[in-house]
């Protein structure tokens, strides 16, 4: 490996804007642009990137993400590194922004892939990621998966009410996809129960986070016929143990994890604890997918179709093929 000389690196931190095609739904509203905050590390000879969504739902918003990462200006300058990061900052969007960036600049650096300075077995190779179909009347939902059914895996956002409507819906929209559903929280939990035998003859693969985080006791004592995944209530590593009663799949997204350190991490020791894998994302860029893709190889499912979702992404951007996602050109990240 080229070995890297340690210069002064300056952290530059930018606020973007990404208008999306469309309206885009969950169970706790709408938004029709992806507001993202981008890191760079320059230290004269390259450029290190990195890309997070802040989301309200766990207390964060652009000002403050982009205001605590500014903070930690001097500490970069004065040498701070990947690994003090992970003390420096709690998981979450600003750790992950500068986590991200700081793999990207020894990328750049050594001229050795991202892959490789985690010590993974090979390269990426393409994958094939689910697609959105927001909330929304059924009729539309169903016109949505109509347009969409030449994509293999379809998510399906959903609410508290009208849950077979929409998912027979999407389902006569898109016969032959695979579905999965994700309620954000949003689900009532005997409506729920109620349709677990129709939503498995529908071929629902997988339910994503039913009831609140820290409100989901109950699903340990569900007998459900379709496997139920954990995305708001599981951040990190130390979350996963008390989860494994209640689901059997964890999505992984690195705006929880706090990057790709922390998410190499917890994929390992999920896959320990017998979780399967969905890797996820929020609504971004492909600098922002990038380095999830990493994670991505073997997963159980992939969830990081962010880009196709934008009215325009950022150049030079990943390359998707349909539903396949090929892996990033270096000068994108990695």
């Known amino acids: 490996m080229t070995r890297v000389v340690p210069r002064a690196q300056t952290l530059v931190v930018r606020r ?14 709408a938004k029709t642009e992806a507001e993202v905050v981008v890191a760079e590390l320059h230290d004269g000879a390259a450029i290190g990137r990195g890309e997070c969504v802040p989301y309200a739902r766990y207390g964060e918003s652009v000002a ?8 930690l200006s001097g500490a970069v300058a004065k040498g701070l590194d990947r690994a003090g990061l992970q003390s420096a900052l709690p998981p979450g969007a600003a750790r992950n922004a500068l986590d991200c960036a700081f793999w990207d600049l020894e990328a750049k650096l050594t001229r ?5 300075l985690a010590g993974l077995a090979t390269a990426p190779a393409p994958v094939t990621t689910l697609f959105t179909i927001g909330l929304d009347e059924p ?6 998966a109509r347009l969409a059914q030449d994509r293999p895996l379809l998510k399906i956002k959903l609410g508290r009410d009208r849950i077979l409507e929409r998912v027979r819906a999407v389902r006569r929209g898109a016969p032959g996809a695979r579905l999965t559903i994700d309620f954000n929280e949003g689900a009532d939990f005997d409506e729920l129960r109620a349709a677990g035998p129709e939503l498995a003859a529908l071929g629902v693969e997988l339910v994503e986070q039913p009831l609140p ?10 007998d459900f016929p379709v496997p139920i995944g954990a995305d708001e209530s599981v951040h990190a590593s130390p979350d996963l143990a008390a989860l494994a009663s209640r689901y059997r799949v964890i999505n992984i997204k ?13 994929k390992s020791r999920a896959r320990e604890l017998g979780f399967s894998i969905m890797i996820g ?3 971004a860029t492909s600098l922002a997918m990038a380095p999830a893709l990493l ?16 009215a325009r992404d950022r150049e030079p951007g990943l390359h998707f093929e349909g539903a396949t996602i090929v892996p990033p050109p270096p000068d994108l990240w990695g």
């Open 254 to 266: 690195l705006d929880k994890t706090g990057g790709l350190t922390e998410a190499l991490a917890m």
């Open 112 to 116: 050795t892939p991202v892959w490789r």
């Open 64 to 71: 403050g993400v982009a205001a605590l990462l500014e903070g």
């Open 213 to 222: 985080a820290g409100e989901d006791a109950a699903l340990a004592r569900l």
């Open 281 to 283: 994302c929020m609504v």
């Open 16 to 29: 973007e804007v990404f208008p999306l095609r469309g309206t885009f739904r969950i169970s706790r509203g």
């Open 139 to 144: 009729a539309a939902m169903e016109s949505a």
């Open 295 to 310: 994670l991505a190889q073997d997963a159980d499912f992939v969830d990081l179709d962010g880009p196709l979702l934008l």
